[in-house]
C-alpha cells in the first residue's frame, strides 16, 4: 500500500478516532492532558510519598519527572496494543470491502495514539522548563529514542491487528499484561532495583529499553548504551516489517471471521 497515495484517507480517519474518543465529554481533548497527570499524581503518592523512592541524584523532587517519562511511554502503548487488536472487529464495514485498504486501519488508529503520546511529550517538556531543567537535553532524548520506538509499535500494532481479528479475547490479554508491563519495567523504579535474573525479563518489556535510553539522556540517569540502542533499532526494523508482512498476509481472511 502507498501511504502517500491514501494519506489523505488516513488523517481523516484518524482525526475522526480522536473525536469519537472524546464525542459528548465535557472537557473533550483536554481528558488526554488529564488522563496522565491523575495517574501521575497517584504514583507519585504512593511510590514517592509512601514508599519513598527515590531518584535522580536521591531526590524526591525529581520523582515525579522521572516517573512521568517513562509513564508516558506506558500509556501509548498499552492503549495502542487495546485499539490496535480490536480494529478489524470494530470496522467489520471497511473490511468487507474489496477495495478498502485495510492497512489504512493500522495506520489511522496509530497516529490517533500518537498524538496522545504528543500530549504527554508537550506535559513532561514543560514540566521541565517549569522546574528549570535542561530543555535540550529532554528535546535530544525525545529526538534520538523516539523513531526506533516508533517503528518498533508500529510493528506491534499490525501484529495485534492481524491476531485481533482471530482471536477475540486478545484484548482482555492486553489489559492484563498492562499491569505486568508497567512493574515488569524500569518505570516505576530504576533497573539497578531488580536482581540480575530478573533483569533479562525487564529487557524484554517493548519499552524498557527506550526509558533506560530517554532517562540516560534527558536527565542522566541510567547509561546510554550505543551497542543496545543500535540492536534495539534492528530489532524495531525486524518487528516491522515482520509485522506488516504477517497484517498482509492474513488481510485476506479477515472478511470471513468479522
Same mark, same amino acid.
Given at each position: 500500500m502507498s501511504v502517500v497515495k491514501y494519506k489523505d484517507l488516513i488523517m481523516q480517519i484518524a482525526k475522526r478516532n480522536i473525536h469519537i474518543k472524546y464525542k459528548g465529554s465535557m472537557l473533550g481533548v483536554f481528558w488526554s492532558f488529564l488522563n496522565?497527570?491523575? $495517574?501521575l499524581a497517584v504514583y507519585t503518592f504512593v511510590f514517592g510519598f509512601a514508599f519513598k523512592t527515590k531518584w535522580g541524584g536521591n531526590s524526591l523532587t525529581s520523582y515525579p519527572l522521572i516517573l512521568f517519562s517513562g509513564l508516558i511511554f506506558h500509556f501509548f502503548i498499552i492503549e495502542l496494543l487495546a485499539t490496535s487488536s480490536q480494529l478489524i472487529n470494530g470496522n467489520a464495514n471497511y473490511v468487507k470491502k474489496v477495495v478498502f485498504p485495510?492497512?489504512?486501519? /493500522?495506520?489511522? &488508529?496509530?497516529?490517533?495514539?500518537?498524538? &496522545? $503520546? @504528543?500530549i504527554g511529550a508537550? $506535559? @513532561?517538556?514543560?514540566?521541565?522548563? /517549569?522546574t528549570q531543567g535542561k530543555i535540550i537535553n529532554v528535546v535530544l532524548a525525545f529526538l534520538i529514542v523516539l523513531p526506533?520506538? /516508533?517503528? @518498533?509499535t508500529l510493528g506491534v500494532s499490525y501484529i495485534f491487528g492481524a491476531l485481533g481479528a482471530f482471536v477475540?479475547?486478545?484484548?482482555?490479554v492486553v489489559n492484563l499484561a498492562s499491569t505486568l508491563f508497567l512493574f515488569v519495567s524500569p518505570i516505576l523504579f530504576p533497573l539497578s532495583v531488580f536482581p540480575d535474573f530478573v533483569k533479562w525479563i525487564v529487557y524484554f518489556n517493548p519499552i524498557s529499553i527506550a526509558v533506560i535510553e530517554f532517562r540516560a539522556i534527558a536527565f542522566n540517569i541510567e547509561t546510554f548504551s550505543l551497542s543496545a540502542y543500535v540492536i534495539y533499532f534492528?530489532?524495531?526494523?525486524?518487528?516491522?516489517?515482520g509485522g506488516r508482512g504477517m497484517f498482509n498476509r492474513l488481510s485476506r481472511g479477515f472478511a470471513d471471521v468479522v
Open positions: 496522565p497527570l491523575f $495517574l485495510l492497512e489504512v486501519l /493500522i495506520l489511522s &488508529n496509530f497516529l490517533a495514539q500518537i498524538f &496522545n $503520546l @504528543l508537550t $506535559l @513532561l517538556i514543560l514540566a521541565v522548563i /517549569i526506533p520506538f /516508533i517503528i @518498533l477475540k479475547d486478545i484484548v482482555h534492528a530489532v524495531s526494523l525486524l518487528i516491522f516489517f
